[in-house]
Antibody, heavy 119, light 112 residues
């Protein structure tokens, strides 16, 4: 059974950093691209970042470029999102999601982790 | 960025009725390989999104055939026939043809 479990969220002050993790199991992690998608309270879904199976290619939305870094450790089957210089508008539930190489979209999602940026 | 305009924002329907949700994109979603990467997801209350339909009209495993997707280029529709109570939640369209990947604003389906 495919499982994605996020951790590392919490309350952080503006300008500070936080690192999210997504532990994957039930599939060969190194074969799949992975994504981070967020959802601000009572809002819709917003794609944040993507990483290729090897980790050699990464993509970001403009509003997080230069502040967020997506990475992965295939030996540990874990996806990461390093978030620096956090802003109040980064407050959201962050989901990790697996990329379906055939259907070309997100086929499995984690349960999400809440990040609150506030003083 | 590709803007996905989803309507209506909410729907209230009786069990057994049919509903349609529209999703229009600001650019064609046909990729260079000829495929159209427009998908539909459902987020039930308090839960993470789950996949429903991929590439316009392909039902994901376990999705009942009461759900159907149609459309092309920039204009797409999700139809739910014979709505059941378990169908309630927020439906999102999503495009993965162009970066950044973008979602519609969602349609909340409520049961009367």
């Amino acid at each position: 059974e495919v499982q994605l479990v996020e951790s590392g969220g919490g309350l952080v002050q503006p300008g500070r950093s936080l690192k999210l993790s997504c532990a994957a199991s039930g599939f060969t992690f190194s074969n799949y691209g992975m994504h981070w998608i967020r959802q601000a309270p009572t809002k819709g879904l917003e794609w944040v970042a993507s990483i290729s199976p090897s980790g050699g290619s990464t993509y970001y939305r403009d509003s997080v470029k230069g502040r967020f870094t997506i990475s992965r450790d295939n030996a540990k089957s874990t996806l990461y999102l390093q978030m620096d210089s956090l802003r109040s508008e980064d407050t959201a539930t962050y989901y990790c999601a697996r990329w379906d190489n055939y259907a070309y979209y997100f086929d499995y999602w984690g349960q999400g982790v809440m990040v609150t940026v506030s003083s | 960025d590709v803007v996905m305009t989803q309507t209506p924002p909410s729907l209230s329907v009786a069990i057994g009725q049919s509903v349609s949700i529209s999703c229009k994109s600001s650019q064609s979603l046909v990729y260079s390989d000829g495929k159209t990467y427009l998908h539909w997801l459902l987020q039930s209350s308090g839960r993470s999104p789950k996949r429903l339909i991929y590439q316009v009209s392909n039902l994901d495993s376990g999705v009942p055939d009461r759900f159907s997707g149609t459309g092309s280029q920039k204009d797409f529709t999700l139809k739910i026939s014979r709505v059941e109570a378990k169908d309630l939640g927020v439906y999102y369209c999503a495009q993965t043809t162009h970066f950044p990947l973008t979602f519609g604003s969602g349609t909340k389906l409520e049961i009367k």
